[in-house]
């Protein structure tokens, strides 16, 4: 087939057949019609990510390459950040996020077992995981309604004299209170972690104080204003390489560290494939390794491999791209949602955006109020096609993975009694709002939602 082609000819043949194969197998999009199920999240994509997929396995370099360094450099150009780290997971861009405070390198701040950190506990476990694994006592806070994040006028009575930390995600694509949450963080010197998984794309309005006195407002993306933010590429997120994440700062230190914890634990910087980048492979001491010990197995912390393929790059690189327009699409979807169930706030607690922000939603919330059967309420909606998530554990520390902790009384704090945790848990529920939803689509939901309303009471 490919006698008398060049290697870059062949390529283009096999490309433009993968094209062609995506524009008629893949984009064989069904009219909806009442009844069919609307997932709350999907995959939103064309032939450039399965091409971009393909050019990556045709190189057959496997690991990470040429399109991990595209993507790592075009998504902190997106973000408007220094430095990203791409990962396998956003879990595990949670786990290096964490881990990079871990290090000796960052002298009196290193976070180190038996301090502690502030958190919320209605969230995903992930945000907290890191933390318990290092022998690190989470500190959770309650949160707002219907803001769904961190309630700040607990962060004074959290404190103690072994915070070190403030790790907390941005809610279905709502901000936390930054500026109070950034704050208090440079008025104790706390790191703050901005676990942005479900948030890409969202925006907040930073307030500078200047040398004079004045207040200056940048709008900034969220997982920018704190000391490291994480993405998640998982397939129902903002967009997606299949698995995958992010890990970005400013920071050149924070930055080093990430990268050593990523790649296991090394200290050599060259990437997969380079040799001597410093020019002193073999002639450097390292602790009490011999004179010249090769430098690429130096290894300066406890570390992992938590690299993605450069096949997940290639998607990644493609999907970034949309970016804009899939976040004008998730807040088009939000807004007409809410415009047709705004006049059921006699039974609903409808959610509202964090002042000064402006999301880039990643779900519609509801909480039912008094009288509205959750449970009912969702079975309803489910058995007519739409499908529905919690708020992902509700409380954290009401759940299995805590019994051993709850019963021995040890590993965790609470402040105050976490009431809206606790409802959340119990009257909460969102569906999706995501970019490949059409207008019918959102319109039968609130529809749906509308006849529910009569079964959940």
């Known amino acids: 087939m490919f006698e008398n082609t060049s290697e870059q000819e062949a390529k283009k043949q096999i490309l433009d057949m ?23 999240a999907s995959r939103v994509y064309d032939s450039q990510e399965m091409t971009n997929l393909v050019d990556a396995a045709l190189d057959f370099w496997l690991t990470s390459g040429k399109y991990t360094n595209q993507f790592e450099k075009e998504f902190s150009d997106y973000l408007g950040v220094k430095y990203c780290s791409l990962v396998n997971s956003g879990s595990s861009a949670n786990l290096l996020a964490f881990m990079a405070l871990t290090s000796p390198l960052l002298g009196d701040r290193q976070v180190k077992p038996g301090d502690e950190m502030i958190t919320v ?28 994040n961190m309630d700040v006028t607990q962060l004074e009575q959290a404190l103690s004299d072994k915070t070190k930390v403030v790790m907390a995600a941005h809610t279905l694509g709502n901000p ?11 008025k104790h010197n706390l790191w703050l972690i901005e676990d942005n998984c479900d948030a890409l794309g969202s925006t907040y309005d930073v307030q500078i104080m200047q040398a004079d006195g004045s207040c200056q407002t940048i709008t900034k993306m969220t997982g920018t204003i704190g000391d490291i933010g994480t993405s998640s590429f998982y397939p129902p997120h903002h967009m997606t390489m299949g698995e995958g994440g992010a890990v970005y700062t400013d920071n050149p230190l924070l930055h080093k560290c990430i990268r050593s914890f990523r790649d296991w634990g090394r200290d050599c910087v060259c990437a997969s494939g380079q040799d001597n980048l410093c020019g002193h492979r073999f002639d450097r001491q390292y602790g009490e390794l011999p004179l010249g010990y090769d430098h690429k197995y130096v ?19 493609a999907q970034l791209m949309k970016m804009p327009s899939f976040t004008e699409k998730r807040r088009e979807n939000f807004e007409r949602l809410h415009s047709r169930l705004k006049d059921l706030e ?91 939803m059409t207008n019918e689509m959102l319109d039968y939901m609130a529809k749906i939602i509308r006849e529910a309303i009569g079964e959940g009471r």
Not at 121 to 142: E, L, M, N, R, W
Not at 389 to 400: C, D, E, S, V, Y
Request: charged letters at 20%; glycine letters at 8%.
């Open 176 to 186: 936390f209170d930054l500026n109070a949450v950034k704050a208090f963080c440079e």
């Open 121 to 148: 506990a209605a969230g995903f476990p992930t945000t907290v995981t890191p933390a318990i694994q290092y022998g690190v006592v989470p500190v959770f806070i309650d949160v707002t309604i219907p803001q769904y």
């Open 299 to 317: 290894y300066s912390h406890f570390g992992y491999n938590l690299k993605a393929t450069d096949m997940q790059a290639a998607i990644g690189c």
């Open 18 to 40: 993968v094209s062609a194969y995506c524009d008629t197998y893949h984009k064989k999009g069904k009219k909806f019609t009442e009844g069919m199920r609307i997932p709350y």
């Open 346 to 436: 006699d039974y609903f607690i409808l959610p509202v955006a964090c002042e000064g922000s402006n999301p880039s939603w990643f779900g519609f919330m509801l909480t039912c109020k008094d009288g509205v059967d959750r449970n009912k309420l969702v079975s309803y909606i489910e058995s007519h096609g739409i499908q529905t998530r919690m708020l992902f554990a509700g409380n954290l520390t009401k759940h299995p993975c805590f019994d051993q902790m709850r019963q021995e009384k040890r590993g965790y704090r609470i402040v105050g009694n976490l009431q809206n945790s606790d409802r959340i848990m119990r009257d909460t529920f969102w569906i999706g709002v995501y970019p490949g």
